[in-house]
């Protein structure tokens, strides 16, 4: 959450821009504003092509790290010719790390850790976060990354790469405006971590306000 915190609440001049989705379906806007989010936050700095100096800059300046990091970011941004590639796994895995004996056992880990999941608790649907999500690659529109479907990673071995994330269903709370999501994302062969999130919609853009991690290799 330090680098989230950093990133959002900076005082830069230049602020790290939003690719708000405009979908009308509601699940598909989720997964998009999702992965908007994902992508600078929890996939390193992979997503911005060649290797920067960007450790370099984190340790001896915090500031100018994030200032040059939000450059980077802004010139990215709706620049397709420049984006790397995100894969999302809709094919390889049926259920998510939940989908196994201890499903409960971690549903109930859920509830006792994060304050704001027990809104969740009585939720039928609450399973639902073992199950993967019926998004597909087509079906994202994002302004940083392009979305391959995980099936074409050997067509596309020779680019550049982000990682692989899988989705579960959404499980929302009564008024619509709040849900969790289960996310597996793995960054190439080197990093590898699955966590609940939870998001709310705020100025028609679902924003991510907290999450837990489950595993992390």
């Not at 994302?185 to 837990?212: G, P, Q, S, T």
């Amino acid at each position: 959450m330090i680098l989230l915190s950093s990133l959002l609440l900076t005082n830069c001049k230049e602020e790290m821009k939003s690719c708000v989705s405009q979908s009308t379906d509601t699940n598909v806007k989720l997964y998009n504003d999702l992965t908007d989010q994902l992508i600078p936050i929890f996939f390193g700095e992979d997503y911005l092509g060649k290797k920067r100096y960007f450790d370099s800059l984190r340790v001896h300046d915090e500031d100018l790290y994030i200032e040059e990091r939000t450059k980077a970011h802004n010139e990215l941004f709706n620049n397709p010719e420049k984006f790397c590639n995100l894969y999302i796994d809709s094919t390889k895995n049926k259920n998510t790390y939940f989908g196994t004996d201890n499903t409960e056992v971690y549903l109930r880990r859920i509830k006792r850790t994060k304050d704001s999941f027990k809104d969740f608790s009585n939720s039928p649907d609450i399973k639902k976060l073992s199950t993967r999500s019926s998004i597909k690659a087509n079906q994202f529109n994002l302004c940083t990354a392009k979305v391959l479907d995980l099936a074409e990673y050997d067509k596309h071995t020779n680019e550049c790469e982000i990682g692989v994330v899988y989705f579960s269903e959404i499980v929302f709370d009564p008024s619509k405006r709040r849900a969790l999501v289960f996310v597996d994302h793995r960054i190439k062969n080197y990093f590898h971590r699955n966590a609940v999130f939870e998001l709310r919609l705020h100025d028609n853009y679902w924003e991510i306000e907290d999450f837990m991690l489950v595993s992390t290799s």
